[in-house]
């Protein structure tokens, strides 16, 4: 999956949608994970990069992670 | 240099439910061609574009077209011996017909317009949008001009509720059941007359254009808007530039086949699944014009150089992410203002 070309974000988290004008704030593992996914990345991936740097139980990081992930489909800001 | 140039504009009505008069003034004020003397023509003593410091240079009450075409156009033509109009902005829906059709009259005393053609005009009235729809194949709702409390009775064989109850010119309310409908219908018909549009409710997100055609089939501009603050009346009170690529396709196309000449606006419904309805055209520029201009394209500006005869080449960019944000705000105006206006016909600030 990858961030839509027609989405920005802002050091701030702040997250602009070109195309339906729709605007979002981050907080700032929001931003770092939008950041890795201005590259394409599989969700294995993202885990495990979250997995290796934060300090979290793996359940727990899964379930957000997955949450997080379907928000951001859900919206329009990445695609699959 | 500027070209001295003098206009008369009309829809200086800055209330709850704006005319666009006065952010085509402002586009107009701001232009690098022209430095112009505005005429502001008003029906109401009370439209706010004429108590505005810097707006407006002399304010001229006309007649309702309601009174008569030929009333309207004689008053204009009182003006204009005073005035020396050369360029006429037209407004309001409810007038564009009498401007329409009278535009040779005006062009004849050297009143120049930039208006479509009637048939343009006439087949993108709500009441002809299926035809429109198929004709230019574009997705529209469902809709159907009413007369008569009889025609609500039979809504249900052709629509689910809820439905849209539309005026031919202005208004729209949502209605869940007949009884609504009906409520709608008498506060529409009262206003607007008949006949009263039904149309199937499509959901999704509202998204508008603001265009320009220049009657030859080319878009001079266009600048796609959501709409992200909407009043009680369905309008706009602030708006954002999108990049929507398949609404400016939409719009580009329909321009190219209809040859559409002067402004527009196109509203569509965006459905969840990416789809696009078209809901309504206005046959004039819309009030939220001013966004268009703060994110690049000054249309009034290149709607007046049309109108002269010259030749404008096409905006090729506007800036996303601009926003408008209305808001309101007391002046204090002097009770003489008014008098000026309701005895003499006139005002000049």
């Known amino acids: 999956m990858k961030l839509k070309s027609n989405v920005a974000i802002s050091d701030s988290g702040f997250v602009f949608d070109a195309n339906t004008g729709e605007s979002y704030s981050l907080n700032p593992i929001g931003i770092e994970i939008l950041n890795e996914l201005k590259q394409s990345k599989i969700t294995e991936d993202l885990f495990a990069y979250l997995n290796n740097k934060y300090e979290v139980a793996e359940f727990t990081l899964e379930q957000n992670l997955m949450d997080f992930l379907s928000q951001l489909k859900q919206y329009g800001i990445i695609d699959e | 240099m500027k070209t001295k140039i003098t206009i008369a504009i009309t829809g200086l009505n800055n209330t709850d439910n704006p005319g666009p008069g006065v952010p085509v003034i402002r586009g107009i ?109 574009i997705k529209v709702p469902n809709s159907k001009a009413i007369t008569s409390y009889h025609d609500i009775n039979n809504l249900r064989q052709e629509f689910d509720y809820p439905l849209l109850v539309k005026g031919k010119f202005y208004d729209a309310y949502l209605a869940y059941n007949p009884e609504q409908v009906i409520n709608h219908f008498n506060k529409i018909s009262a206003k607007w007359g008949l006949p009263v549009i039904i149309q199937e409710f499509v959901k999704g997100t509202e998204v508008n254009v603001i265009a320009l055609g220049d009657g030859n089939g080319n878009t001079i501009g266009a600048v796609p808007m959501r709409k992200q603050y909407i009043t009680d009346k369905g309008k706009a009170w602030g708006g954002i530039t999108v990049s929507d690529q398949k609404m400016l396709d939409i719009t580009t196309k329909l321009i190219s086949e209809t040859k559409w000449r002067g402004g527009m606006e196109l509203e569509m419904i965006k459905t969840s699944q990416g789809d696009y309805y078209l809901i309504e055209i206005n046959p004039r520029i819309p009030a939220w014009v001013y966004l268009a201009i703060g994110a690049g394209q000054n249309m009034p500006e290149a709607l007046v150089q049309m109108a002269l005869g010259k030749e404008v080449k096409p905006f090729t960019k506007y800036d996303i992410g601009k926003m408008f944000i209305r808001y309101s705000w007391d002046m204090i105006g002097d009770i003489s203002q008014f008098e000026q206006l309701s005895i003499n016909g006139e005002l000049e600030l």
């Not at chain 2, 505005?52 to 309207?72: C, H, N, R, V």
């Not at chain 2, 008053?75 to 020396?84: N, T, V, W």
């Not at chain 2, 309001?92 to 317009?113: N, P, Y």
């Not at chain 2, 053609?117 to 709500?126: A, N, P, Y």
Request: aromatic content about 12%; overall charge negative; cysteine-free.
């Open chain 2, 29 to 137: 004020r701001e232009s690098e061609a022209f430095d112009a003397r505005i005429i502001g023509l008003a029906y109401e003593n009370l439209e706010p574009g004429i108590y505005i410091p810097g707006i407006i240079d002399k304010t001229y009450q006309i007649p309702y077209p309601s009174a008569g075409s030929d009333e309207l156009m004689q008053r204009i033509f009182q003006i204009h011996e005073l005035e020396h109009i050369d360029v006429l902005i037209p407004n309001f829906d409810a007038e564009l017909f009498t401007f329409i059709i009278g535009k040779e009259r005006l062009a004849e005393k050297g009143i120049r317009t930039f208006l479509p053609t009637l048939q343009q005009f006439e087949e993108r009235e709500k009441t002809n949008l299926p035809e429109y729809g198929e004709k230019y194949k």
